[in-house]
T-cell receptor
C-alpha cells in the first residue's frame, strides 16, 4: 500500500535555528498538506499546496513557515527561526483530486520536533 | 472550529461491535462526513466517508441518519488494535483542509 514518508522521525533543534521537515508524498497525488499536533492537543491544519503554490493556509502558518516542492517528489516544511512553542508532531499528508476521493487523505507517520 | 460533537471516551469488549456516535446537526447539503482514527501518536488514518447513504468498506460501516444530523461508525468485530482516537469530521465539497475536533478515545478491552 502506498505510503507518505516523513523524515526525520524526531528532530531536536535549538531555539532560533532553522529546521526543514521532509516528506515524500504518494507519487500520483496532487495535493499536499502539513498539519501539526502539539502534545495532548488537536491535530491542526497548517497549509495545503497544489500546482506548485500554496492554495490555503491557516493563521498558524505565518512568515516563519514556508513550504516547497523542490524536485517533484519531496515536499518540505521550513521553520525559519524556531520557537519553543513550535515543538509538536508535524504530519505531512497527500491526496488525489478532491473532494470526491475514495480514500481521502493519506497521512505520514509524523516528525516529532522538539525545540530546546 | 470542528462542527461535530463526539463522546470523549468509550469502551468496548474485544470481539464485539464498537458503535461510535457523532452529531453534526448543522451539516449542510454539500458536506461529507469523514471518519479518521489516530493510533497513539501516529498520523491520522482514513477509515470511511459518506454523503447521505450508508457506506461499508473492509474497515467499518458508516450509518448516516436520514436527516444527516448524526452518524455512527461501526467497527463490527473490534480488536485490541482498534484502540485509538476516532475523529468524525464534516468536510465541505471543495474544501482542502480537515478540521479535527477532540475525537472519541475508544478503548478495546480484552
Amino acid at each position: 500500500e502506498p505510503e507518505v514518508t516523513q523524515t526525520p522521525s524526531h528532530q531536536v533543534t535549538q531555539m532560533g535555528q532553522e529546521v526543514i521537515l521532509r516528506c515524500v508524498p504518494i507519487s500520483n497525488h496532487l495535493y499536499f498538506y502539513w498539519y501539526r499536533q502539539i502534545l495532548g492537543q488537536k491535530v491542526e491544519f497548517l497549509v495545503s499546496f497544489y500546482n506548485n503554490e500554496i492554495s490555503e493556509k491557516s493563521e498558524i502558518f505565518d512568515d516563519q513557515f514556508s513550504v516547497e516542492r523542490p524536485d517533484g517528489s519531496n515536499f518540505t516544511l521550513k521553520i525559519r527561526s524556531t520557537k519553543l512553542e513550535d515543538s509538536a508532531m508535524y504530519f505531512c499528508a497527500s491526496s488525489t483530486d478532491f473532494p470526491l476521493v475514495e480514500d481521502g487523505y493519506t497521512f505520514g507517520s509524523g516528525t516529532r520536533l522538539t525545540v530546546v | 472550529d470542528a462542527k461535530t460533537t463526539q463522546p470523549t471516551s468509550m469502551d468496548c469488549a474485544e470481539g464485539r461491535a464498537a458503535n461510535l456516535p457523532c452529531n453534526h446537526s448543522t451539516i449542510s447539503g454539500n458536506e461529507y462526513v469523514y471518519w479518521y482514527r489516530q493510533i497513539h501518536s501516529q498520523g491520522p488514518q482514513y477509515i470511511i466517508h459518506g454523503l447521505k447513504n450508508n457506506e461499508t468498506n473492509e474497515m467499518a460501516s458508516l450509518i448516516i441518519t436520514e436527516d444527516r444530523k448524526s452518524s455512527t461508525l461501526i467497527l463490527p468485530h473490534a480488536t485490541l488494535r482498534d484502540t485509538a482516537v476516532y475523529y468524525c469530521i464534516v468536510r465541505p465539497q471543495g474544501a482542502q483542509k480537515l478540521v479535527f475536533g477532540q475525537g472519541t478515545r475508544l478503548t478495546i478491552n480484552p
